[in-house]
């Protein structure tokens, strides 16, 4: 079965602070694709950035890095120098590409405040 | 502009009313998929597509019907809606496997949501 953990309900930053989002995960499926979505409080889910299973490097993606520990079945998101904009609720989610590859999995998100 | 898109956007509805939500998408994508959002459940996926009359159940596919009639469109049916249908909903697609480099890493493009209300 996969599952996708995000313990953090809420977490608040300082604006200009860096900040992580914590995600784990669990697979059976040797390969699989990470992914990261922000959905603002407008509604839509809009991709941040992506990490295979098999990428020697961590993803970056402008401000958005994602911190992946492979032994420790983990995708962190890191937000650097933060916004007000970045204000949003964060999905991680995971897409097996074996077993379950007609699925992308959720987490139940993280939503962030970004103080002034 | 490269998008998928839903109607309506918002919706409030009784108990037992059939509806439809529509989707489009106009990138020429091969699979389609509908998800749930419920709060403190993330998203779940209903149903998905691989291509034109193909389609197949997701996690929670109970009370949903869909088709694949032509490429572009994934309409989700609620044959009889219940309140344990009210929901932000959202249809999304993507390439087929394979294409756009790494395996997996074909991004789902998401639709704007429909909130739907059964009464």
């Known amino acids: 079965a996969q599952k996708i953990t995000q313990t953090q309900p809420g977490m608040f930053v300082q604006e200009k602070e860096a900040v992580t989002l914590d995600c784990t995960y669990d697979t059976s499926d040797p390969s699989y694709g990470l992914f990261w979505y922000k959905q603002p409080s407008s509604g839509e889910m809009i991709f941040l950035i992506y990490?295979?299973?098999?990428?020697?490097q961590n993803a970056t993606e402008g401000r958005y890095s994602l911190n992946f520990q492979k032994a420790r079945k983990s995708a962190n998101l890191v937000i650097s120098a933060s916004q007000l904009g970045d204000s949003a609720m964060y999905f991680c989610?995971?897409?097996?590409?074996?077993?379950?590859?007609?699925?992308?999995?959720f987490g139940t998100g993280t939503r962030l405040t970004v103080i002034p | 502009e490269a998008q998928v898109t839903q109607n309506p956007r918002y919706l409030i509805t009784v108990t037992g009313k059939k509806l439809t939500v529509t989707c489009s998408q106009n990138m020429n994508h091969e699979y389609m998929s509908w998800y749930r959002q419920d709060p403190g459940l993330g998203l779940r996926q209903i149903y998905y597509?691989?291509?034109?009359?193909?389609?197949d159940k997701g996690d929670v596919p109970e009370g949903y019907k869909v088709s694949r009639k032509e490429k572009r469109n994934f309409p989700l049916i609620l044959e009889s809606p219940s309140p344990n249908q009210t929901s932000l909903y959202f249809c999304?697609?993507?390439?087929?496997?394979?294409?756009?480099?790494?395996?997996?890493?074909?991004?789902?493009?998401f639709g704007a949501g429909s909130r739907l209300t059964v009464l």
């Open positions: 999304a697609s993507r390439p087929k496997a394979g294409t756009g480099g790494m395996p997996g890493a074909n991004v789902l493009t």
């Open positions: 989610a995971m897409r097996p590409i074996q077993t379950g590859a007609n699925n992308l999995f």
């Open positions: 990490q295979g299973s098999y990428d020697q």
């Open positions: 597509s691989m291509n034109v009359e193909v389609t």
